[in-house]
């Protein structure tokens, strides 16, 4: 394994696709789940982290409702219904982190994965 390869999360590899992000939210149970694999993203998607790791501040009462509220509006967003301007600016950046679009975009237009360019945009970026 080269030394380039081996500083990315092992959850994102050169074949990963759009679709391993939203298998990952759909599948997290509970905050710390989401927490956890939101944060084997982290280099990639800083924004989605910034909301994952605010959840966990919140006292347990608060915790729960915030957390309902994402998993009724990610429900939605799956049955393609709108949440509203006050959850998408709440929620959006954990559904579609903005480098994760970016590297969505990219990916389209080089006819590549989206972890090829994840990858390549981090090293570029350098």
Do not use: C
């Amino acid at each position: 394994m080269t030394e380039n390869v081996r500083r990315y999360p092992p959850v994102v590899t050169y074949v990963t696709t759009e679709k391993d992000w939203s298998r990952g939210l759909d599948a997290a149970e509970t905050p710390e789940q989401l927490v956890a694999y939101v944060g084997s993203w982290a280099p990639f998607v800083p924004d989605a982290a910034a909301i994952a790791m605010g959840l966990m501040v919140l006292a347990p009462p608060q915790r729960q409702r915030a957390w309902m509220a994402w998993r009724t509006g990610l429900a939605r967003e799956r049955e393609r219904k709108p949440n509203g301007k006050p959850w998408m600016k709440r929620w959006g950046p954990l559904l579609i982190p903005e480098k994760l679009l970016d590297a969505s975009l990219l990916a389209r237009a080089a006819h590549v994965p989206l972890g090829t360019a994840l990858i390549r945009m981090s090293e570029v970026q350098k």
